[in-house]
């Protein structure tokens, strides 16, 4: 079946530019996460949603970051006034949102490259 | 979530097998061990995980200590297709995001 799509697949953007990235997740799959990667190092945490909701969004590192997921399916990742630290690998992650929490277990998107000039 | 600790590289030769070590130490009752791989340009990908028993899936087997302080991941027989980084990461019962460390840089020799 269709795994988690991200779009686009590439992004450059101007420093003070708005962007906004998009993420399809596994059809029925109930949670949804967001990582950054920078060059080098591992993914780390964003904001995840359950549904439509947003339970966590510990990991987003300003204000200028906000995520949505207004019908518990497609999801946005938008970074308004771009800053040259934006510049990472965004990764969508999904899953079935077992109560289990432990042994859910998450897939990934093939990422969005955003590069700020 | 608990600290893991994982060799920062490890190399192997194909079509031999190889075993991923990661440490745990401070590990409680409820968490899950996973393991994930992430290969050049990709996002990361699910390898397998365990709760106490040992685990084999189609891409490996995941051995625990009876401590449950570490674990070994096993790939019965490398192909250059498997080298990547491989992620050792526990999971508690809240179903919240995971936290990667900077696992090991596995590369494979033909």
């Known amino acids: 079946g269709a795994g988690v799509s991200q779009s686009p697949r590439y992004k450059v953007a101007k420093r003070g530019q708005d962007v906004a990235l998009r993420c399809d997740p596994i059809s029925g799959h109930v949670s949804l996460f967001w990582y950054q990667q920078a060059l080098g190092q591992g993914p780390e945490f964003l904001t995840y949603?359950?549904?439509?909701?947003?339970?966590?969004k510990s990991g987003l590192p300003s204000d200028r970051f906000f995520a949505e997921r207004p019908e518990g399916s497609v999801s946005t990742l938008k970074i308004q006034r771009t800053q040259q630290e934006d510049s990472a690998v965004y990764l969508c992650a999904s899953s079935l949102g077992l109560t289990s929490g432990g042994a859910d277990t998450q897939y990934f998107g093939p990422g969005t490259r955003l590069t700020v000039l | 979530d608990a600290k893991t600790t994982q060799p920062n590289s490890m190399e192997s030769n194909e079509e031999e097998p190889v075993h991923l070590p990661c440490n745990h130490s401070?590990?409680?009752?409820?968490?899950?061990i996973h393991w994930y791989r992430q290969l050049p340009s990709q996002g990361p990908e699910y390898v397998i995980h365990g709760l106490t028993s040992n685990v084999n899936n189609r891409m490996a087997s995941l051995a625990i200590a009876e401590d449950r302080k570490s674990s070994t991941l096993i790939l019965h027989r490398a192909t250059l297709r498997d080298a990547a980084v491989y992620y050792c990461?526990?999971?508690?019962?809240?179903?919240?995001?995971?936290?990667f460390g900077k696992g090991t840089h596995l590369i494979i020799q033909p």
């Open positions: 990461i526990l999971r508690g019962g809240g179903a919240d995001g995971l936290t």
């Open positions: 949603f359950q549904n439509e909701a947003q339970l966590d």
């Open positions: 401070t590990i409680s009752g409820t968490d899950y």
